[in-house]
């Protein structure tokens, strides 16, 4: 079964620039995450996706940061305009929709390096 | 919100050692407490999990163990073996909190041969 796969591994982008993050999530995994992990640290929550509705979006930095996922299986997450302090690795990750009382595996991509100038 | 703590952040171990990583977590609703092991350049990956109604689990050389009372768990690692080395996240959720997970800052271990 192929993984969550995520694109590109690595980018260098200069502040203020633009920048966006593709996911793909395991098939048939309802629900997907974002998360941005800063070196040194755990990963930390940005945005949380049940099919193609936003659940959970309260740590996402609106101002310059924007997720979407259309269609419910793809997922891009954008970043405009960046900030030294965006400097990152971004994580997708995927489960099966949350059955009722229950919660699970978390599968985690590759990531996405990102560093700003 | 739920928050956790993780400790030690770097642990050195001479290869066949044991290695003890610990977490605590502030929300008594969290019931679901996942590890993850992170190689560099990878995404996390799950080693083993434990469920609130449940004080002890173990896999082969791993275990875990959870104080709902203390809101406390560990990690164990028996036998540690080079290929063991890796960051190490525990994390908290529950099904209410939409089963997102909050980490913890995570445990460089380096075992040496």
């Known amino acids: 079964e192929a993984g969550v796969a995520q694109s590109p591994r690595y980018k260098i982008i200069e502040k203020r620039q633009s920048v966006a993050f593709w996911c793909n999530p395991i098939s048939g995994h309802a629900t997907l995450y974002w998360y941005q992990q800063i070196l040194g640290q755990g990963p930390k929550l940005l945005i949380q996706?049940?099919?193609?509705?936003?659940?959970?979006d309260s740590q996402l930095p609106k101002d310059r940061f924007s997720a979407e996922r259309l269609k419910g299986v793809d997922s891009t997450l954008k970043i405009q305009p960046a900030k030294l302090e965006d400097s990152a690795v971004y994580l997708c990750?995927?489960?099966?929709?949350?059955?009722?009382?229950?919660?699970?595996?978390?599968?985690f991509g590759e990531g996405s390096r990102l560093t700003v100038l | 919100g739920e928050n956790v703590e993780q400790h030690p952040s770097t642990l050195s171990v001479q290869e066949g050692d044991s290695a003890v990583i610990k977490c605590t977590y502030s929300?008594?609703?969290?019931?679901?407490f996942p590890w993850y092991k992170q190689e560099l350049g990878k995404g996390p990956q799950l080693i083993i999990d434990?469920?609130?109604?449940?004080g002890e689990k173990k896999d082969q050389r791993i275990a875990v163990t959870l104080n709902k009372t203390a809101k406390h768990f560990s990690l164990h690692i028996t036998e540690t073996q080079p290929e063991d080395s890796a960051v190490y996240f525990c994390a908290a959720t529950s099904y209410n909190q939409g089963g997102k997970l909050i980490f913890g800052q995570g445990t460089e271990l380096s075992v040496k041969p």
């Open positions: 990750a995927s489960r099966p929709a949350l059955r009722t009382g229950h919660t699970g595996e978390l599968f």
């Open positions: 434990i469920r609130s109604n449940v």
């Open positions: 996706f049940q099919n193609n509705g936003v659940v959970d």
């Open positions: 929300d008594s609703a969290s019931n679901y």
